[in-house]
């Protein structure tokens, strides 16, 4: 079974600038998160499909931070404009509907300069 | 919502003692407790889980225990072996109409001497 697809898996940009990232969950998996993960901290959500709707996005920083699913499948986040805090590694992960546990993809690490 | 909290941050121990990570909660309805280990540039990954019926379960050398009335699991690592070098991150999930919620804890960095 092919785990979940990342890409790219680093980024390094200016501040101000615009970046997007790609995932691609294990076949079959309903439910896609994106998390963040600060340099010694845990993954903290950002946004949470079931399919191609929104169950969770309240810790999503709405001014900058944008997500979609399209056909429940695919999904792309982006920062526009980033800031230096958005230092982070990126994680995609997926699961099983009604499955509590996800799991993750390699990650993206973005660098904003 | 909820918050998980971790301790130690971080744990050194020889090859071959035990090694000891605690995790507390704070919403009485979380009903599920997974345990995620983070070896150096890698994913996280599912070592083992608890669920809210249970008090006790068993994976070879890993064993988490919970807690429900105090509100805190913890996971135990016997017989360490080098390559236990990670970090752990525990977390709390509760079932919600929306679909499962996940906090993780502030992890776990767990260094085996050899």
């Known amino acids: 079974e092919a785990g979940v697809a990342q890409s790219p898996r680093y980024k390094i940009i200016e501040k101000r600038q615009s970046v997007a990232f790609w995932c691609n969950p294990i076949?079959?998996?309903?439910?896609l998160y994106w998390y963040q993960q600060i340099l010694g901290q845990g993954p903290k959500l950002l946004i949470q499909f079931q399919n191609n709707g929104v169950v969770d996005d309240s810790q999503l920083p709405k001014d900058r931070f944008s997500a979609e699913r399209l056909k429940g499948v695919d999904s792309t986040l982006k920062i526009q404009p980033a800031k230096l805090e958005d230092s982070a590694v990126y994680l995609c992960?997926?699961?099983?509907?009604?499955?509590?546990?996800?799991?993750f993809g390699p990650g993206t690490r973005l660098t904003v300069l | 919502g909820e918050n998980v909290e971790q301790h130690p941050s971080t744990l050194s121990v020889q090859e071959g003692d035990s090694a000891v990570i605690k995790c507390t909660y704070s919403?009485?309805?979380?009903?599920?407790f997974p345990w995620y280990k983070q070896e150096l540039g890698k994913r996280p990954q599912l070592i083992i889980d608890?669920?809210?019926?249970?008090g006790e379960k068993k994976d070879q050398r890993i064993a988490v225990t919970l807690n429900k009335t105090a509100k805190h699991f913890s996971l135990h690592i016997t017989e360490t072996q080098p390559e236990d070098s990670a970090v752990y991150f525990c977390a709390a999930s509760r079932r919600r109409s929306s679909g499962d919620k996940l906090t993780f804890g502030t992890g776990t960095r767990l260094a085996v001497r050899p």
């Open positions: 608890i669920r809210s019926n249970v």
């Open positions: 076949s079959g998996h309903a439910t």
């Open positions: 919403d009485s309805a979380s009903n599920y």
């Open positions: 992960a997926s699961s099983l509907d009604r499955v509590p546990y996800p799991y």
